[in-house]
Every structure is written in structure tokens, then in C-alpha cells.
């Protein structure tokens, strides 16, 4: 008999998280741990883990010794993090341009050549995998950890928004060529350039995220 793998609490927040967006789930809606334990077969642990991950990105409130309840972060909050996190990216790629090691060059260009067969494949959750992988060697090659820790911290609580925004038709190839357009950048040592391309990048991931969320709620 084949085990099943077991579900983790970054599987079930994602799953949730996915439900919440498209408003599956609407605001208001109670997340008992004890159904969604049954629900994903697996004990109230992971559960609880998910849910502290969604509170942190603003899609539940969740007070002490009460239910979680589905929540979404207003407009203003999430543009505020989105304005925060476009400064973060935008400096580690600066700091890359000029700290970057010639090995993490060379392997920040691999990776960005290698997304692009998963563009043409249409392979939406390939390409969130190996975003993540781009974006990382990113925050790595600025060679500044406490910079790294802060950018992963907001980008973890942006997660769910950033994620939600691929499925808008088109958006790989259009992310894959405003990936290149930092790698250019970073590939030449241009500080200036860098920044720019990544802060622009976030600029228009915010705008996909929004026009898909404008389109969901005109169905």
C-alpha cells in the first residue's frame, strides 16, 4: 500500500489562502480547526500553522481563544505592502548588481534561461516555484542578511496576492520578460537599472494582482 504524502501547513495555507482570493470563502466566514483538520486528513497542528501564516498576511483574523474568521486586507493596507515591498526588492537587486559573485551571475542568468521553457509550457505552478527560486537568488546576491530576512518577511505575508496574479492570462511571458530585464541589469552592474526594473516589476505584479481581483468580481 502507497502512503499518501502528508499535507503541510504551507499546502493548506496556500489551498486557503487560493479559496479566500477568488472568494470562495467570503469575509466574515468561520475557519473552524477541527473541520479543517478532517477536511485535509491531517491533526489540528498544521491546521493551527496556516492559519497564523494566513493571519500574517491579513486573509483571517485570529484572536485568542476564538475562531478564525475569514478577513482580507483592505485596500489601503495592502497597497502600503505592496509600496514597502517594491523598496525592499528593488534595493536587494541594486545591492546584486554591484555584490553579486561571477558564480551567483551565472547562475541567476541559468535559472532565468531555464524559466522560459517553463513559460512555454504553460506550467503555472513550475513557474511559482522557480519565481521563488529568481526572486531568493536575488535577496542572497545582495549579500546583506538582515535585508534577506526583512524582504522574505513581507514577501511571505504578500505571498497569497503575488501568487494569485498568474492567473491572469498572458502573465508568465510578461513576468519572464521583466525578470530579464533585471537580469540585464544585474549581469551589467548597474545599480541604478536594477532598482528600477524591480521596482517596476512589483509595480505591475500589484496591477495584475488588482485586475484580476476587479475582473473575479465582475463575474
Known amino acids: 500500500m502507497i502512503k499518501r504524502p502528508r499535507t503541510s501547513a504551507e499546502d493548506i495555507r496556500q489551498q486557503l489562502a487560493a479559496r479566500i482570493i477568488c472568494g470562495e470563502l467570503a469575509p466574515g466566514t468561520p475557519l473552524d480547526e477541527t473541520s479543517l483538520a478532517s477536511e485535509f486528513s491531517v491533526s489540528r497542528t498544521p491546521i493551527r500553522e496556516a492559519l497564523r501564516l494566513l493571519a500574517a498576511s491579513g486573509l483571517i483574523d ?8 475569514v478577513a482580507k486586507p483592505d485596500d ?3 497597497a502600503g505592502m505592496f509600496e514597502v515591498m517594491a523598496y525592499l526588492e528593488a534595493l536587494c537587486a541594486g545591492l546584486s548588481a554591484v555584490a553579486m ?6 547562475a541567476l542568468d541559468a535559472l532565468h534561461i531555464s524559466m522560459a521553457h517553463i513559460v512555454r509550457e504553460g506550467d503555472h505552478a513550475g513557474y511559482v516555484e522557480a519565481n521563488e527560486a529568481f526572486h531568493s537568488a536575488i535577496y542572497d546576491g545582495a549579500h546583506n542578511g538582515y535585508l534577506a530576512e526583512v524582504t522574505r518577511s513581507t514577501r511571505q505575508r504578500l505571498q ?3 501568487r494569485a496574479q498568474f492567473q491572469a492570462l498572458g502573465r508568465l511571458s510578461r513576468s519572464h520578460a521583466e525578470h530579464g530585464v533585471v537580469v540585464d541589469a544585474i549581469l ?7 532598482e528600477w526594473a524591480m521596482r517596476q516589476h512589483i509595480a505591475i505584479v500589484e ?3 488588482q485586475d484580476l481581483r476587479a475582473t473575479g468580481s465582475r463575474r
Open 207 to 209: 496591477d495584475a494582482y
Open 62 to 69: 485570529q484572536k485568542p481563544h476564538a475562531r478564525a474568521l
Open 160 to 162: 497569497p496576492f503575488r
Open 76 to 78: 489601503a493596507t495592502l
Open 188 to 194: 551589467q552592474g548597474d545599480r541604478a537599472k536594477a
Open 101 to 106: 559573485t561571477a558564480a551567483e551571475r551565472e
